[in-house]
């Protein structure tokens, strides 16, 4: 595997067939053998797709009434350990798993459905996708990797969105990845597909849908107060939630918090972008039944 430079960015390299960096395949042993337990949640996503907000959602719905001083004192990468991270002087995701104490454990994951590590699916685990469509997505993951030292350097958006198009950003084509998770559904019963533009419309309803997914039992005021502390500007505010606390980005350059906006691709394509976009989009998609929506 190659070597971390600490100034640098990491190589892009094919590994089974996705584009990856090393921070995200150099403890693959472990990934691969990771011990499932049955109560496992996995949060899987593409990456920019509302990772960090469904995770918090998570957490609140099982640790936010029991467990106070969690609120203010973990971050969510460490409550929410990222099962392939593997960057040099920080926890890998599967010591950050296998040190958890709390029942269940939440695990994130950005591989697409075809490498996730057997026992899950053994375990019969709870999966909770999320999906956020394409242009949103491209333009967040630029941002994204503009300030992320794990990321390799994304170039200008005209490159940026090619490189897209043709799934060489990290953890391969976002094509793939949500039409694979998407037909997972049909022989694995225990997946709960979302949309991120399905959560911006309505938190509370979504919310709702999630806990029936879960078998939880909350009040219409739990639901409240979660939907309010997971609103994008108190998220940003904390500093449990925003990762101010992880060295490796750049928050001068772009804040993870970004946006959280449905259309902001818009400031972003070009008309003849966009275009192209579409008609790739549609190629692209076509076997598939799934439906995006790029505005609400
Ligand atoms: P933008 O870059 O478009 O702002 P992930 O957690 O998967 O890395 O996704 C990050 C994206 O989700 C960013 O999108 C971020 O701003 C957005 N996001 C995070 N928390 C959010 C929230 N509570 N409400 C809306 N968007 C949120």
């Excluded at 395949?25 to 907000?53: C, M, S």
């Excluded at 997914?213 to 997971?230: D, H």
Aim: with cysteine; proline share 6%; charged share 25%.
């Amino acid at each position: 595997a190659e070597q971390m430079k600490p100034e640098g960015r990491p190589e892009i390299f094919d590994f089974q067939g996705i584009s990856m960096v090393n921070y995200f395949t150099d403890n693959w042993e472990n990934v691969q053998n990771f011990h499932a337990r049955p109560d496992d949640i996995l949060i899987a996503t593409y990456p920019k797709a509302g990772t960090t907000w469904v995770s918090y959602i998570l957490d609140l719905l099982y640790f936010g009434k029991d467990m106070p001083e969690r609120q203010t004192t973990l971050p969510i990468y460490e409550r929410v350990p990222f099962l392939e991270f593997a960057v040099p002087v920080m926890h890998t995701g599967t010591e950050l798993a296998e040190k958890l104490s709390t029942c269940p454990r939440l695990i994130k994951t950005h591989l697409p459905v075809q490498l996730i590590p057997k026992a899950l699916w053994e375990q019969n685990c709870k999966v909770v996708y999320v999906a956020r469509n394409a242009k949103d997505n491209a333009v967040s993951y630029f941002h994204f990797d503009r300030m992320n030292k794990v990321q390799p350097e994304p170039g200008d958006w005209n490159s940026y969105i090619e490189k897209f198009m043709e799934g060489k950003t990290v953890f391969g084509p976002w094509y793939d990845h949500v039409t694979g998770w998407w037909e997972k559904k049909q022989n694995y019963s225990n997946i709960h597909y979302m949309f991120y533009e399905d959560l911006i419309e309505d938190t509370g309803r979504e919310l709702e849908r999630l806990c029936s997914f879960l078998g939880l039992s909350t009040t219409a005021e739990e639901r409240e107060c979660i939907r309010g502390g997971t609103q994008f500007d108190a998220m940003k505010a904390n500093p449990m939630a925003n990762y101010s606390t992880i060295p490796v980005m750049d928050f001068k350059i772009s804040p993870f918090m970004r946006k959280g906006k449905v259309g902001d691709w818009r400031n972003h394509f070009t008309v003849s972008q966009n275009e192209e976009f579409d008609e790739h989009y549609k190629q692209k998609m076509k076997n598939s039944t799934l439906v995006f929506r790029t505005q609400i």
